[in-house]
């Protein structure tokens, strides 16, 4: 074969391929970056066609030689050609080059399906563990601020209005767990990759004895694909991976909601370091938050990447399919820009600054409107009653401009009996916090156990979900 022919089909073809379907059907800008894969699973079933009495020892030694020499050279800068279809194209090509006639022996017994699908497996599984170091580091900042803000407060937001006070460590922390759920999304996408299709053929399965058991261990797989036809045509763990990459990127855009907020005149509780923002081409008194800004937007392109293989998937008959080659890059894309996107939140919230004076400034007697119901209940009254007491107070504070806690105490007495002078204390936003000590509340030591339970998550192997094979 020579270079500008090399195929790895197209004996029963009598007349070339058309210019038009060769640039439609080249894949190997897309895949290229498989090669790594490509190359350890090739050395394995080497190695299997010898258990299987396909190659002699020597014949399995030189092409495992040759495809180390092939990754040596890929690694160095070694660059498609013009002829190369695909990545496995391409490094069959390479290993001709090498190793010459042995190299022709390599594809017994396999197809690119299972080729592909091993490959693609393998790269879902490496990059999973990169996303999740990534997402730790993300969540070793939040930890570190939130060990400093445990004593100040913060006002919590319903329907963007002011709620009631919480610790700030406790705001901090409400975006730490959905990170953690996030993991275990990532780790549950690795595990569905865990599933070894080689040795599946192209459909049917390969008819030499190849000791796929050994291909698992030596590849790092957790299981055998139970059906060759299921194991070539399923991507539902791209469709799992696009899925953490979409709630991950979710929860990153709405931390960074909540910092562009935080971060604006009108709230000022937050402001931003010089490296992580940019500055405005016509006004030079902005400070631009746009690593958050875009992490915000992206979340919709992650969003976009799954609706695209959901959709090609989903109406596709058994076994593989071409439409399956564009399984790669949205996946590609989406971890891409998740693995540029941690490293930048991470870096904006790590040298943010919490205006504490102006978080505390933004606490007002009326969050403690719940308080006040709940003193009444304390004394007897229903809750439901209660609740329309507190509510004529409101209005009242707010028809005479006037703060709960600074209205006279005949106020009170006047609106219920049951209220005494100690309501006052009722009013204070530290007592408000310290009062909801529940596990999984804002009082201080719910939070402190909750920054313990999170140093914790974080020192733990992240959990998986049992998965069928």
């Keep these: 074969m020579t270079a500008d022919s090399h195929k790895l089909w197209g ?24 090669w790594p894969f490509d190359i350890r699973l090739s050395q394995a079933w080497a190695s299997a066609l010898a258990e299987a009495g396909v190659l002699t020892e020597e014949e399995r030694d030189q092409i495992r030689g040759g495809l180390d020499v092939v990754a040596e050279k890929l690694a160095k800068g070694a660059q ?9 194209t391409m490094i069959d090509r390479m290993l001709h080059i090498e ?25 879902t599984m490496d990059a999973s563990a990169r996303v999740d170091t990534a997402v ?6 939040m930890l570190e601020h939130a060990e400093r803000l445990r004593a100040t407060l913060i006002p919590a937001y319903t329907h963007m209005q002011r709620a009631q006070p919480v610790s700030a460590a406790h705001w901090m922390l409400s975006h730490f767990w959905p990170l953690e759920r996030d993991r275990i999304r990532v780790a549950n996408a690795a595990a569905s990759a865990a599933t070894l299709p080689l040795g599946s053929g192209a459909i049917a399965g390969c008819a030499f004895p190849v000791p796929r058991d050994q291909i698992r261990k030596e590849l790092g797989f957790a299981s055998i694909s139970r059906n060759s036809i299921d194991a070539t045509g399923d991507r539902d763990f791209v469709a799992d991976m696009l899925y953490a990459m979409t709630m991950l990127g979710v929860h990153l855009s709405r931390l960074s909601e909540d910092l562009i907020l935080y971060g604006s005149s009108e709230f000022g509780f937050v402001t931003f370091g010089d490296t992580f923002s940019t500055g405005s081409s016509m006004m030079p008194q902005k400070r631009n938050p746009d690593a958050l800004e875009i992490a915000r937007g992206s979340a919709g392109r992650m969003l976009g990447n799954l609706t695209s293989i959901v959709a090609t998937i989903k109406s596709l008959p058994s076994g593989y399919n071409k ?55 304390a004394k007897g009254t229903s809750f439901r009653e209660a609740h329309g007491v507190v509510g004529t107070l409101i209005r009242t504070s707010e028809t005479n401009g006037v703060e709960l806690d600074k209205m006279p105490f005949k106020t009170f007495a006047a609106a219920h009996p049951s209220f005494d002078h100690d309501v006052f204390d009722w009013l204070s936003p530290d007592a408000s916090v310290a009062r909801r000590n529940v596990p999984g ?6 939070v402190d156990d909750q920054i313990a339970a999170a140093h914790s998550a974080l020192g733990a192997a992240v959990r998986r979900l049992q998965l069928i094979p």
């Excluded at 004996?11 to 498989?34: C, E, K, Q, V």
């Excluded at 006639?101 to 497996?121: C, F, I, K, M, Y």
């Excluded at 730790?136 to 900042?141: E, G, I, N, T």
């Design 11 to 34: 004996g029963r073809f009598a007349a070339p391929t058309a210019h038009a379907l060769d640039a439609l059907n080249r894949s190997i800008a897309t895949d290229f970056r498989l």
């Design 80 to 88: 498609p050609e013009g002829s190369d279809e695909d990545v496995h």
């Design 99 to 123: 190793i010459g006639e042995p190299a022709s022996r390599l594809h017994t017994g396999r197809s690119r399906n299972d080729q592909v699908a091993t490959a693609t497996r393998m790269w």
């Design 136 to 141: 730790q580091a993300l969540q070793r900042v």
């Design 323 to 377: 439409d399956l080659q564009d399984d790669k890059r949205p996946m590609f894309d989406s971890v891409d820009t998740m693995l540029l996107i941690l490293p930048a939140v991470a870096g904006t919230l790590g040298e943010l600054r919490f205006n504490e004076q102006r978080m505390r400034a933004a606490l007002s007697s009326s969050m403690m409107a719940t308080d006040l119901a709940d003193y009444l209940v």
């Design 441 to 446: 509340g804002t009082g201080p030591d719910a």
